[in-house]
């Protein structure tokens, strides 16, 4: 079982930065692949990024590909997303996401566990 409480969320302008934060419970965290998904109104909860138990491999979305960076730390227990040159259709709720396995990555009803998310608003 693990528990995964988001933080960072906020309102920026277009151009900003913000550091998404997700912290896990457990002691398995290291056991987990996390993702970071996003939901806007009216639209499908879409993948962002992944990273893999180790924090050795990564994937992102082409939507935000050289802009975010996901990152673990597993003595911490916690996951983030640092999302600079924001935009305005970045704005969205955000989940974090965990799952055993390193498969099937983008898509949100293969994982197990997941955050009650945090909402990033990006003004133009």
Known sequence: QVQLVESGGGLVQAGGSLRLSCAASGRTFSSYVMGWFRQAPGKQR????VISRSGGATI???SVKGRFTISRDNAKNTVSLQMNSLKPEDTAV??????PWYASTADPGSYNYW????QVTVSS
């Open 46 to 49: 879409e993948f962002v990024a």
């Open 60 to 62: 992102y979305a082409d």
């Open 94 to 99: 955000y989940y974090c996401a965990a799952k």
């Open 115 to 118: 955050g009650q998310g945090t």
